[in-house]
């Protein structure tokens, strides 16, 4: 608005009018800065927390506030969401912007009503994605970037605060992670 416009505003005692922010590029319900939901563990730290349920060469381990994610997901729908950083296995941060995405039959959709699917794209490069799904056994991401495709899992089975973040490559040969159905069979 030109400063004389907003003169005749103030002078005549009403309120300017103030511009409604553009929409994101993405359609995403962005923050002006992402919040950083993960904390990365020192290894001494990482090391007190047991064996860990999958056992890659090379890992990171990462705090995760839960709620605090739970929040900023639960308004996320087909056609907007929040924009997201999640950690990867060199310990640095991608942020993407995320939609709700169902995959479920609506019946069985009503059967797990705590399931709740995501999917996104890099903020900073296009072709990488990530699939994520927060469950009541904790969050599940299938992240894949430069053609590489990285996990983050829970650490150990019923621990929903610590998460191991790894290229799918680092797991020993024979081994895959188990992707667990909520009151379901282990696929």
């Not at 927390?49 to 839960?66: E, S």
């Amino acid at each position: 608005m030109s400063p004389f416009l907003l003169s005749f505003f103030l002078l005549a005692g009403l309120r300017p009018p103030t511009a409604t922010p553009a929409a994101h590029p993405s359609g995403s319900l962005a923050t002006a800065t992402p919040v950083d939901f993960w904390r990365e563990l020192p290894t001494t730290q990482a090391r007190r927390l047991g064996k860990a349920r999958l056992t890659p060469t090379r890992y990171r381990v990462f705090a995760l506030d839960l709620a605090g994610l739970r929040r900023t997901l639960a308004p996320a729908t087909a056609d907007s969401g929040p924009d997201l950083l999640l950690p990867l296995p060199d310990g640095s941060r991608q942020l993407y912007h995320l939609r709700a995405s169902t995959t479920m039959a609506p019946e069985l959709a009503a059967r797990y009503p705590t399931l709740r699917t995501y999917a996104g794209q890099s903020a900073t490069a296009p072709a990488d994605y990530v699939r994520l799904e927060v469950t009541s056994t904790g969050l599940h991401a299938l992240l894949v970037r430069a053609g590489r495709t990285l996990l983050i899992e829970p650490y150990r089975a019923g621990d929903t605060q610590h998460y191991i973040c790894f290229d799918k490559a680092a797991l020993p040969a024979g081994s895959k992670p188990a992707f667990e159905i909520p009151g379901g069979p282990q696929r």
